[in-house]
């Protein structure tokens, strides 16, 4: 697989991880934002570390099947490694990350990475999704839907989480992340997100998830969220939930 010319966000939050599946232009651009912004791998270790505690309520409740959007590079303490016992699909619409997360999962049985679309769950191969998330529409599954919100707009994340709530079963349980504000105090790093990079205050995160009800715990920043021990000191960039799809 050759070298990619552009950087990849995924691929730059791998190198901040401590991964290997990353590219000299993916290094240059996280080396840029950070002079820009600070050192951003403890802020990306919290949001790595909601992940497996989100993953592991999931699975407390009996879920063994999950589908996760907008995967990135599947290691560092991905999906499949936090629920060893589930099958997982990976799903992205980058052909780069999606070729390299097809060769990190050539070997397994429980796990496999295919495009699709967050935006339309149409996109995505029937026989991938019957073989890794056998359970779809028709028991409790897990969805992963990390670092996708701040780069749609609010109609289309509410339209996106309506259609997930209808395809998904009852007592199915989204994870779902949130951008703050915090990078506004940093311009120069902020115009490295892009023009569809959207910030959102905190009161605009429930609103956003309709019909999907957040658990007891709340939507609060990730490094909050049913934490291991005292909460790293890290800025409060992203907050965090699970919530469930109830049985109307």
């Given at each position: 697989m050759g070298e990619p010319d552009q950087p990849s966000t995924s691929r730059m939050i791998d190198y901040w991880l401590g991964g290997a599946d990353h590219f000299p232009v993916d290094v240059a651009a996280a080396t840029a934002f950070?002079?820009?912004?600070?050192?951003?791998?403890?802020?990306?270790?919290?949001l790595r570390a909601f992940l497996g505690r989100a993953v592991r309520?999931?699975?407390?409740?009996?879920?063994?099947?999950?589908?996760?959007?907008?995967a990135g590079v599947p290691t560092m303490g991905n999906v499949h490694e936090v629920a060893a016992e589930a099958t997982v699909l990976y799903t992205d619409v980058d052909p780069v990350t999606i070729r390299l997360g097809q060769r990190i999962l050539a070997g397994s049985d429980r796990a496999g990475y295919g495009f699709g679309d967050a935006?339309?769950?149409?996109?995505?191969?029937p026989a991938q999704l019957h073989r890794f998330v056998p359970g779809w529409?028709?028991?409790?599954?897990?969805?992963?839907?990390?670092?996708?919100?701040?780069f749609l707009?609010?109609?289309?994340?509410?339209r996106t989480f309506d259609e997930l709530y209808e395809a998904a079963a009852p007592g199915s349980l989204l994870a779902v992340d949130f951008d703050t504000e915090e990078l506004a105090?940093?311009?120069?790093?902020?115009?490295?997100?892009?023009?569809?990079?959207?910030?959102?205050?905190?009161?605009a995160f429930a609103?956003?998830?309709?019909?999907?009800?957040?658990?007891?715990?709340?939507?609060?920043?990730?490094?909050?969220w049913r934490p291991d021990g005292v909460p790293a000191e890290v800025p409060d960039a992203f907050y965090g939930a699970l919530a469930v799809r109830g049985d109307e």
């Amino acid at each position: 697989m050759g070298e990619p010319d552009q950087p990849s966000t995924s691929r730059m939050i791998d190198y901040w991880l401590g991964g290997a599946d990353h590219f000299p232009v993916d290094v240059a651009a996280a080396t840029a934002f950070e002079q820009a912004y600070g050192p951003c791998a403890p802020v990306f270790r919290e949001l790595r570390a909601f992940l497996g505690r989100a993953v592991r309520a999931i699975a407390a409740q009996g879920v063994d099947g999950f589908l996760v959007f907008g995967a990135g590079v599947p290691t560092m303490g991905n999906v499949h490694e936090v629920a060893a016992e589930a099958t997982v699909l990976y799903t992205d619409v980058d052909p780069v990350t999606i070729r390299l997360g097809q060769r990190i999962l050539a070997g397994s049985d429980r796990a496999g990475y295919g495009f699709g679309d967050a935006t339309d769950i149409g996109t995505i191969d029937p026989a991938q999704l019957h073989r890794f998330v056998p359970g779809w529409g028709r028991r409790p599954v897990g969805v992963v839907f990390l670092g996708l919100a701040a780069f749609l707009d609010d109609d289309t994340v509410t339209r996106t989480f309506d259609e997930l709530y209808e395809a998904a079963a009852p007592g199915s349980l989204l994870a779902v992340d949130f951008d703050t504000e915090e990078l506004a105090a940093h311009p120069q790093a902020l115009a490295m997100m892009g023009p569809t990079f959207r910030m959102r205050p905190p009161s605009a995160f429930a609103p956003l998830l309709g019909r999907w009800a957040p658990t007891e715990d709340g939507i609060v920043p990730v490094g909050r969220w049913r934490p291991d021990g005292v909460p790293a000191e890290v800025p409060d960039a992203f907050y965090g939930a699970l919530a469930v799809r109830g049985d109307e």
